[in-house]
């Protein structure tokens, strides 16, 4: 029976899995991305976690890539939040390994794994936000991934919300990104800390990429800082999630990464009730917002199952 690898590949950590052809994981292995140490060292990081895989599995017949940003031919284009622009990193892994490799946008990997093992299996058309260090959208549109006339589409986190808001790592003002992500919600805390305001969360917590459990703590015990920038957050995403709607009509929007998965229970209801506010009510009421069933593993199904199915074997 021949076996896949599927890999996600993050801001802070590069995580791969061993499948079997029905999706059955049979090993996983894990490793820091240390995206701040350059590119060598995020490549040295993949081929660790590639090589522990394929150690005592000869038998894989593709590696399916989830990465954050523009991917165009294999090709990584643009990043904003990694060192691997202009990156043939699909080309690189075939000529290590000698495997069909395939390269995707993880928010894309990420959806594509929601609709064909987690909380939007079985819809015709869902839309996937996907918020960690930055934020990631996947569209099923009509039953199959859409990725546009040049596959750059769903760049959720990149459409404006707040034209007067800070600057975003792809160089716009006002993305949903600048806004709600990670290290948007790390540099709202820090500015306000630096403010004077209080909160439970230490300085060293803020050193990097500040956790997602580390935010947990502080909202569950009642950092009125915290809530605050949270809330914000799953505003903006409410607003975002509105247009959405109106747009594209779907059955379902579900929330993942890791700030969801750790406080997405009391994210959703304000994404929610924003999103009401601004979407046409007979178009909104035919919506259902879902947390990932997949979690973290969502990037990796979705890799696996776009590899399988371009190699076809």
């Known amino acids: ?16 899995t061993l499948f079997d052809e029905k ?6 292995e894990k490793k820091s991305s240390k995206s701040s140490k350059g590119k060598e060292k995020v490549v040295e990081q993949l081929k660790k976690v590639l090589d522990s895989l394929l150690k005592e599995n000869k038998d894989v017949k593709g590696i399916g890539i989830g990465v954050p940003g523009v991917i165009k031919d294999g090709k990584i284009a643009f990043t904003p939040n990694m060192p691997l622009n202009e990156f043939n990193l699909a080309k690189f892994v075939e000529e290590e390994y000698n495997i069909k490799v395939i390269i995707e946008n993880d928010a894309n990997a990420s959806m594509y794994g929601e609709w064909k093992f987690g909380a939007a299996k079985g819809t015709k058309n869902a839309v996937g936000y996907f918020v960690g260090t930055g934020i990631g959208g996947g569209l099923i549109l009509n039953e199959s991934l859409y990725k546009g006339s040049f596959n750059f589409a769903a760049e959720i986190g990149h459409m404006n919300v707040y034209p007067e808001g800070p600057l975003c790592g792809c160089n716009l003002r006002g993305c949903l990104e600048s806004l709600s992500s990670k290290v948007a919600i790390q540099r709202e805390i820090l500015r306000k800390k630096e403010r004077g305001e ?6 060293t917590d803020l050193e990097g990429i500040v ?8 909202y569950d015990e009642g950092d009125e800082l ?13 607003i975002n999630a509105g247009s959405i709607i109106n747009l594209l009509n779907p059955e379902v929007i579900v929330l993942g990464g890791g700030v969801m998965e750790a406080i997405g229970e009391q994210l959703i209801p304000i994404v929610v009730e924003t999103a009401k506010q601004y979407s046409i009510p007979h178009i909104f ?6 947390l990932s069933k997949l979690q973290d593993d969502a990037c990796l199904y979705g890799a696996f199952s776009l590899i399988k199915e371009k190699v076809g074997v």
């Open 1 to 16: 029976m021949s076996n896949w690898i599927g890999v996600d590949i993050g801001g802070t950590k590069i995580l791969g």
């Open 23 to 28: 999706g059955n994981k049979l090993k996983t």
């Open 285 to 290: 009421e035919c919506c259902e917002f879902k």
């Open 226 to 238: 915290v809530r605050s920038v949270l809330n914000d957050a799953a505003r903006y995403i409410g």
């Open 211 to 218: 956790k997602s459990s580390t935010l947990k703590t502080a």
């Open 198 to 203: 209080k909160t439970l969360i230490k300085k």
